[in-house]
């Protein structure tokens, strides 16, 4: 059964969220790396529609603003005041104009949803001939959610019952209603017209255009979702939280499938657009966000936290906080380190313990193994930099860049003070603070003479415990000359 491309879907995002108890509005909360509406739309765009629409009302600036970097091509409609489901989706058609084909109306507070439902709702709607299809699904509890009523010859839905007006039959039923659906465009419109307000809330409720249709003569149909959890709507906190670890174990499942090995997978959380190799291992504790990638072979973790970062293949990173960097092959991170925006290792490079590094193209083979600092620098291939090195990038107000050529041996506690240039196969002393250019193959040395005072300890700290120390060291040196 294929899906129909449907005309238009229309996302509802416009209601405040109080339950959320924040300042963000309820729809842009994140998890695994999209938003709430995020995930949504990105469900909806695998039907490939003419038209996605999504209302807005509360925050609309915010959420506008989030659509627009996020899906450029979505269009909006702007609901001003929340007068229920049934007017969010009048205001969507006005802002469409006239609609020839299926509506799909989905929330924008279910990201669990997926494409592969929406296209099976759209494919049963219309090989049942429907005016509307609703998305079902049975649950294991149904306490508080509306019920599927159908007619027991045809399947057909007859009527969708809230809990508080079932029956007690009535309520022994577990399919329920998700709040998405498949109409006929035309036939919704003309019966958007006809909702009534003579409710409790005084507001236009989308589920009873299912009546209006059904006493019309038209056929409303069911499509049931495999996974009832896939229809979750996210109300508070605790519903986020609980989304969050369905989805992250949805997306590790997929990866293990194909070839990655999770340790620990309580412990691991990836977003959305993670992408793996076969073949990587990922150790407990780890985080990897946005567009990152492990190539094949690689290790990451434990504890690592790793965001729009590549890592090649048989590369190593190790107890590593990563942002927008590039691991080479078979190089080796960790443990913590601390590699910044715009950090690039080379094929088995080594980035250490306690190394930080930022805006450094770091060449093949070389290492930076403790202790250091590498900000805005070249670095090129099989070089050494000695521990506790510091590149001094910044003078208070400009950043300047460093360049170490290949082959180089930089000694323990320098300081390299930007801008300068390290030539190749160039040696440091230890100790020393490079202030000037070092040529190819010299040796670069700049520091104090080292003068020793004599007896100073035994004038100045007379008595002291050093001093007590040095005297009985000196008799035991005088006896056994």
């Known amino acids: 059964m294929s899906a129909i491309r449907p005309a238009a879907v229309v996302v509802l995002a416009a209601g405040e969220g109080t339950r959320m108890k924040s300042a963000t509005p309820k729809v842009l909360h994140e998890l695994c790396g999209r938003t709430l509406v995020g995930h949504v739309l ?57 609609v020839d084909g299926t509506v799909v109306v989905v929330c924008g507070d279910t990201p669990l949803l997926r494409g592969e439902t929406l296209r099976a709702l759209t494919a049963n709607h219309s090989a049942d001939g429907n005016a509307v299809t609703v998305l079902t699904a049975e649950v294991p509890d149904a306490t508080g959610y509306g019920r599927i009523v159908r007619d027991g010859a ?73 996974d009832h959890r896939e ?44 992408t793996f190799a076969q073949d990587a291992v990922v150790h407990p504790g780890t985080q990897l966000h946005g567009a990152t990638h492990i190539g094949e072979g690689a290790e990451v973790g434990p504890n690592t936290r790793l965001t729009d970062t590549t890592v090649e293949a048989g590369a190593r990173v190790d107890n590593t906080v ?55 620098a070249t670095i090129g291939e099989y070089t050494n930099i000695g521990a506790a090195s510091v590149f001094v990038n910044y003078d208070g107000q400009d950043k ?26 160039a040696y440091t002393a230890a100790g020393s603070v490079i202030t000037k250019d070092v040529p190819p193959g010299s040796l670069a ?5 080292q003068r020793n005072i004599e007896g100073w300890v035994a004038r100045k700290r007379p008595g002291s415990a050093a001093a007590k120390a040095a005297e009985t060291a000196s008799r035991q040196g005088e006896s056994e000359d």
Request: proline share 3%; net charge negative; with cysteine.
């Open 322 to 376: 990563a942002f927008s960097s590039h691991i080479g092959p078979q190089a080796s991170v960790g443990p913590f380190a601390y590699l910044r925006p715009g950090t690039r290792l080379g094929a088995k490079g080594k980035i250490g313990t306690y190394v930080e590094t930022k805006n450094a193209a770091i060449g093949e083979g070389t290492k930076i193994p403790h202790l250091s600092y590498v900000g805005d």
């Open 400 to 425: 300047h860049h460093t360049t170490v050529g290949s082959h180089c041996r930089t000694g323990s506690d320098n300081m390299f003070v930007a801008p300068v240039t390290i030539g190749d196969g």
């Open 154 to 226: 045809s399947g057909a839905v007859t009527a969708i019952v809230e809990h508080k007006d079932a029956s007690d039959s009535q309520r022994a039923i577990r399919e329920i209603n998700s709040g998405v659906f498949a109409f006929d465009g035309q036939l919704l419109a003309d019966a958007l017209g006809k909702v009534r307000t003579d409710n409790s809330q005084g507001e236009e409720y989308l589920t009873d255009v299912l009546g209006i249709l059904r006493e019309a003569g038209h056929r409303v149909g069911a499509s049931v979702a495999d």
């Open 42 to 98: 990105a469900a909806a765009r695998e039907l490939e529609p003419e038209n996605l629409v999504v209302v807005v009302g509360h925050a609309r600036e915010q959420v506008t603003a989030h659509l627009g970097a996020t899906d450029p091509g979505v269009r909006t409609a702007v609901q001003a005041e929340q007068n229920g489901t049934g007017h969010a989706v009048r205001m969507a058609l006005e802002e469409l104009g006239t």
């Open 231 to 274: 229809i979750a709507g996210i109300n508070n906190r605790v519903q986020l939280s609980e989304a969050r670890r369905i989805l992250n174990d949805r997306l590790l499942t997929e990866a293990m499938l194909a070839g990655v090995t999770v340790i620990d997978p309580a412990t691991t959380w990836i977003d959305v657009d993670v």
């Open 445 to 449: 040395v700049a520091r104090g003479q």
